[in-house]
């Protein structure tokens, strides 16, 4: 079994930051990619930013310039960054990332954590 953990949520105001961390524990072989995910209510989840294990990224155009997503591939943990924060960031967050098992693949969720931004 995969559990992924995030830490790092809570309210700020805008112009502010926060870092978010997601950690991964169990067995598994390997975990590639981690991304970060957000959902508001009403909406569907979209993607904001994703890392392979060999560092390449990628953002939604909405948070370009000002999150920043990275890991610790020996700790198992992702981070995001972020900074100049908005309103429109507050949301659920979610790491999302899929472990490699010994016969299969499989994509796991952590359980979400809040961030709310205040005008």
């Known amino acids: 079994q995969v559990q992924l953990v995030e830490s790092g949520g809570g309210l700020v105001q805008a112009g502010g930051s926060l870092r978010l961390s997601c950690a991964a524990s169990g067995s598994f072989l390997s975990i590639n990619p981690m991304r970060w995910y957000r959902q508001t209510p009403g909406k569907q989840r979209e993607l904001v930013a994703a890392i392979t294990g060999g560092g390449s990224t990628n953002y939604a155009d909405s948070v370009k310039g000002r999150f920043t997503i990275s890991r610790d591939n020996a700790k198992n943990t992702v981070y995001l960054q972020m900074n100049s924060l908005k309103p429109e960031d507050t949301a659920v967050y979610y790491c999302?990332?899929?472990?490699?098992?010994?016969?299969?693949?499989?994509?796991?969720w952590g359980q979400g954590t809040q961030v709310t931004v205040s005008s």
């Open positions: 999302n990332a899929v472990a490699e098992l010994p016969t299969r693949a499989v994509l796991y």
